[in-house]
Nanobody, 122 residues
Framework: VQLQASGGGLVQAGGSLRLSCAATVSTFTTYAMGWFRRAPGKEREFVAAIRYTGRTTIYGDAVKGRFTISRDSAKNLAYLQMNSLKPEDTAAYYC????????????????WGRGTLVTVSS
């Protein structure tokens, strides 16, 4: 299983970015997909997750109402639409696959991709 996150970059506060996660796995439709982030000097934080069906989503409190997770299982892709970005959203963002639900903890995920860096300037 391989996961590749992309779409990070530099954006001004109030702006938007969309992250993508491409999964190389034949059983993508059986996995929940999650996004986590880690800011410099901080612990890894849960951002959002979407169930294998694509119909159920969960979000961390810090991003509720601003971020939206989605998936295109036909393409083995997942997305994280990030709106109204704040400087405190600056972090490396990681996508992960897991079979548990709900899955708020990093230990619930089995496969991880490399991060993509998001920097929000004030």
């Amino acid at each position: 299983v391989q996961l590749q996150a992309s779409g990070g970059g530099l954006v001004q506060a109030g702006g938007s970015l969309r992250l993508s996660c491409a999964a190389t796995v034949s059983t993508f439709t059986t996995y929940a997909m999650g996004w986590f982030r880690r800011a410099p000097g901080k612990e890894r934080e849960f951002v959002a997750a979407i169930r294998y069906t694509g119909r159920t989503t969960i979000y961390g409190d810090a991003v509720k109402g601003r971020f939206t997770i989605s998936r295109d299982s036909a393409k083995n892709l997942a997305y994280l639409q990030m709106n109204s970005l704040k400087p405190e959203d600056t972090a490396a963002y990681y996508c992960a696959l897991g079979t548990k639900w709900p899955a708020y903890d990093s230990v619930d995920y089995d496969h991880w991709g490399r991060g993509t860096l998001v920097t929000v300037s004030s």
